[in-house]
């Protein structure tokens, strides 16, 4: 059914009952069809597409075929086959995935991705970590990182974020983040039951801070202090993606996205984004230089650095500029934007909770901005809300 389904939508016919022929439709329908004769027309105009509904429950014992009654595991799964004018239902769960839609809407039919339950479907940029724990003095742990873990890795100074520098802007700043004297992040973050660990830079520091951990790279091993409690009888989890809801083509429009938690990721601070191509602007939640998207009735928060972007990477328009791999040329600045981000919750995100560069017409209204910048950076951007060049 859902291959016919497929079929009605692209406006493709088979004719007769002899002969053999596999046609492929830009990727996607492959089908096949024994003993056809020789006519076939495919083409999307010769009867109206209607749009199409996708199903995704996270709780799927096995992947499905996007409808309600088999839906899909994974977003990116419906990601894949939805077309200008479907929606995605997203059942309550967690997702951990980044999901990047390859394709956007029309206008007059977006591409919509919605949380049946409002915030009931989360998806995150972590995954939950159990590894095998090795008590250390002072009542640490520590545990050694798989590097299997990252699936995100696509960028241009690596996929691994415990082994990237967070760039504190040291050149133009000279401050670290408040009240350090002294900072030695990384992109990483750890969560221990649903909180936040405080990162530090030093076996010392580490030892004297409750709640907090530290990545020791000759090792390749994380240590943390619960105050000598076993990690293994909590709820730990890394960050292993830099990006949540984010598409890796640049420029794609009229996407809507609707009433999810978007939480954990491992991105970089923004630090002369303009002309660093791996501090670029890279929200967790990002349009990638996109127009005309929707963004409503979502919680975004927990981002090592941004939240949500919403115009360009920061290069010029048609420059080749990007933190992702293969490198994009930027979209038309004077044709990114037009978004609508209305009802959302963006707080402690560890810079900012939101900005955009390079874009126009966009609306922000009726979001609630709270404890942005959680990291107490002192650099130049950072806070609720940031615009460059718009």
């Known amino acids: ?6 079929a009605r939508r692209l406006g493709l016919f088979l004719i007769g009952q002899r002969g053999c022929c596999r046609i492929n439709f830009s990727r996607r329908l492959t089908l096949c069809c024994a003993m056809l004769p020789m006519v076939f027309w495919a083409t999307a105009s010769c009867r109206p ?10 709780n799927a014992t096995a992947e499905g075929d996007g409808s309600r009654e088999k839906p899909f595991a994974r977003i990116q799964a419906a990601a894949e086959v939805a077309m200008p004018g479907d929606t995605i239902h997203v059942l ?3 997702y951990r995935e980044r999901v990047m839609p390859p394709r956007g809407g029309l206008p007059g039919k977006p591409i919509v991705y919605r949380s049946e339950v409002r915030h009931g479907a989360i998806v995150k940029g972590s995954d939950v970590w159990t590894p095998t724990w090795r008590k250390e003095h002072a009542g640490l742990f520590s545990a050694e990182v798989d590097p299997a873990m990252f699936t995100d890795t696509g960028y241009v100074d690596g996929g691994n974020p415990y082994r990237i520098t967070y760039d504190w802007d040291q050149e133009r700043n000279n401050r670290p983040p408040y009240p350090f004297t002294k900072v030695a992040w990384t992109l990483g973050q750890v969560f221990v039951d649903g909180r936040p660990l405080r990162e530090t830079s ?14 020791d790279p000759e090792t390749n091993r994380i240590w943390i202090n619960l105050g000598g409690d076993v990690p293994s009888a909590h709820h730990v989890e890394l960050t292993t993606r830099r990006g949540v809801f984010r598409p890796l083509a640049k420029g794609l429009g009229y996407i809507e996205v609707r009433g999810f938690v978007f939480e954990h990721c491992a991105n970089q601070f923004p630090a002369q984004f303009w002309q660093k191509a791996s501090n670029a602007q890279s929200g967790m939640v990002g349009t990638r230089g996109g127009h005309h998207w929707v963004i409503a009735d979502n919680i975004i928060r927990y981002a090592k650095s941004v939240g949500l972007t919403f115009g360009v990477s920061g ?3 048609g420059a080749v500029y990007d933190n992702e791999r293969p490198a994009q040329a930027e979209p038309n ?4 934007g037009f978004h609508r981000i209305e009802g959302n919750i963006i707080y402690a995100n560890g810079a900012v909770g939101a900005m955009g560069c390079g874009h126009r017409d966009v609306i922000i209204r009726r979001n609630l901005f709270l404890d942005n910048n959680r990291l107490q950076n002192t650099a130049y951007e950072t806070g609720g809300i940031k615009t460059h060049q718009a």
Do not use: C, F, I, N
């Open 1 to 6: 059914m859902q291959l016919l389904k497929h």
């Open 49 to 58: 597409v209607t749009a199409a509904d996708w199903w995704v429950d996270a």
């Open 92 to 94: 309550p769960g967690v």
């Open 202 to 215: 030093s076996l010392d520091e580490l030892t004297e801070t409750p709640a907090s951990w530290r990545y």
């Open 315 to 317: 290069g010029r328009s």
């Open 333 to 336: 600045r004077e044709q990114s």
